[in-house]
């Protein structure tokens, strides 16, 4: 194969990893976008509908600190979760939970001695949450808890579709790299695209898509540093870092970002 059909080739490949990329984010973004009413997530077995774009408790717990960050400057999640309560319906002791009431959630003493209440969630990804928030808070001069649809889909596709994006390019360049025909490259590119649960993410805020985002990263950068030769410090800090955030985000990964230490390690122990 001449220099000529070869970039040809590579060329059409691109074009087609590239409409495979703009198909899964406009797939993303048309769910954030179609999402009318979320779910309460409490532990009522019928788990009624909210007025949100969120589902469960998983996320609202995660949105519930990073809206007590920026619109309370507490990690207490207290005046966010009990928006919307009832107490003692009818007279009968009920009490119906509020659209951003969350099961996912525990109580601790403050220093000032009063019984708080604050996500069960690890804090790392909420809080780096907390500050893409608070940059569209101030574009758009409106909160969550005034405009959650606005405000919730903005964040769903910064927080998922975009990271999916950059995840979807960095998986085309290590299958293009590592491919050995255009049909098995489409193939994985397809699989990587459309064959996992990672698409269907895009509603929720999650742990799973920056998990996954950050492992292709981290194993981009190990790549470039065992074969390619590449022993400049920033890629060791980019894998040290993305492997890093993975295991931050996912504990299993915790292994592989033991894996990833002890191999860099040897291919460079000083």
């Not at 893409?132 to 606005?150: A, S």
């Not at 098995?184 to 397809?190: D, Y």
């Not at 292709?216 to 410090?233: H, N, T």
Request: hydrophobic letters at 45%.
């Amino acid at each position: 194969m001449n220099a000529s059909d070869f970039q040809a080739r590579k060329q059409l490949r691109w074009a087609v990893y590239a409409l495979l990329i703009v198909v899964c984010a406009a797939t993303m973004t048309a769910r954030v976008m179609s999402v009318t009413n979320g779910n309460r997530g409490s532990h009522l077995d019928d788990s009624p509908p909210s007025a949100l774009p969120f589902f469960g408790a998983n996320d609202k717990s995660r949105i519930a600190t990073m809206r007590a960050l920026v619109e309370h400057g507490t990690y207490a999640i207290d005046d966010v979760i009990h928006e919307g309560y009832t107490y003692d319906k009818n007279g009968d002791g009920y009490v119906d939970y509020g659209d951003w009431f969350t099961i996912d959630r525990v109580r601790h003493i403050d220093e000032d001695g009063t019984m708080r209440t604050y996500s069960s969630k690890p804090t790392l990804l909420p809080t780096l949450l907390a500050g893409e928030y608070w940059v569209v808070h101030k574009l758009t001069n409106t909160t969550l808890g005034e405009e959650p649809f606005y405000v919730g889909r903005i964040l769903l596709v910064l927080t998922n579709v975009l990271p999916m994006v950059l995840y979807l390019l960095v998986m085309a360049c290590l299958i293009d790299d590592w491919g050995r025909t255009d049909s098995g490259r489409v193939f994985v590119m397809a699989a990587t695209a459309f064959g996992t649960f990672l698409p269907t993410f895009a509603v929720t805020i999650n742990n799973h898509l920056p998990a996954a985002i950050s492992c292709s990263l981290a194993i981009f950068a190990v790549l470039r540093i065992w074969y390619d030769g590449e022993l400049k410090w920033y890629w060791f800090a980019l894998a040290g870092l993305f492997g890093a955030f993975t295991a931050a985000n996912e504990l299993p990964a915790l292994s592989f970002f033991c894996m990833l230490t002890a191999a860099l390690l040897w291919k460079s122990p000083v």
